[in-house]
């Protein structure tokens, strides 16, 4: 109930492609879902975040799509650059009495080809 | 402001050693949080303390531990270690409200 699941596992792109990560849950408690870049020898870095209130969100090049009815969410990544390679994170919080609880995608290792 | 800090940055040990990894959050944050992360695992939950209180606790075992000082930063220890700890050891602040983590580069920590 409180997993969430990611994929796929990797992923490779060629330079000006589009990279799509999915992301699914199964508890309707989460309100908050980010998802964070990690880069190698790096901890992960917040990229883009969305609430359930809206059905999509864009920041530059990068997009969150959310679909409320069927527990999904997507990142989307336009025109991908090899600087883009990287390990993403999708991810899923909830509040719990006074705390928030953030359950992790096991993420996806996205590289992008030159 | 400066960033999560952690130390050291790599590690080696050999089984049955304990250890004791340190991290110093950004200035303000009054929560940190600590992840395990290995290959094909992802993130692993740790623990958080929040104002010197662990507030949230991950499945791991009591072997794994930790504590917070009132200057919010925040030490994790891990005694009797076994070769399966060899992993990312990352930390992660932010104010206590706030949904945004800010990690640190992370503790890299190898078990012969």
């Known amino acids: 109930q409180q997993q969430v699941k990611q994929s796929p596992q990797s992923l490779i792109v060629q330079k000006g492609g589009i990279s799509i990560i999915n992301c699914a849950y199964e508890n309707t408690a989460f309100d908050y879902f980010p998802w964070y870049q990690q880069f190698p020898g790096k901890g992960p870095a917040l990229l883009i975040a969305i609430r359930p209130d809206v059905s999509e969100k864009k920041e530059g090049r990068f997009t969150i799509s959310f679909n409320k009815s069927a527990k999904q969410f997507s990142l989307h990544i336009m025109d991908s650059q090899p600087g883009d390679s990287a390990t993403y994170f999708c991810a899923a919080s909830m509040l719990t009495g006074n705390n928030r609880k953030l359950i992790w995608g096991l993420g996806t290792s996205l590289a992008v080809n030159p | 402001k400066a960033g999560v800090t952690q130390t050291p940055r790599y590690l080696i040990k050999t089984r049955g050693q304990q250890v004791t990894l340190s991290c110093s959050p950004i200035?303000?944050?009054?929560?940190v949080s600590w992840y395990q992360q290995t290959p094909g695992q992802g993130l692993q939950f740790l623990f958080e303390y929040f104002s010197e209180t662990q507030r949230n606790k991950g499945n791991f075992p009591g072997r794994f531990s930790g504590r917070q000082f009132s200057n919010s930063r925040s030490e994790m220890n891990v005694s009797t270690l076994e070769l399966g700890d060899s992993a990312l050891y990352l930390c992660a602040s932010k104010t206590g409200s706030e949904e945004t983590q800010y990690f640190g580069p992370g503790t890299r920590l190898l078990v012969l």
């Open positions: 200035s303000g944050h009054r929560s």
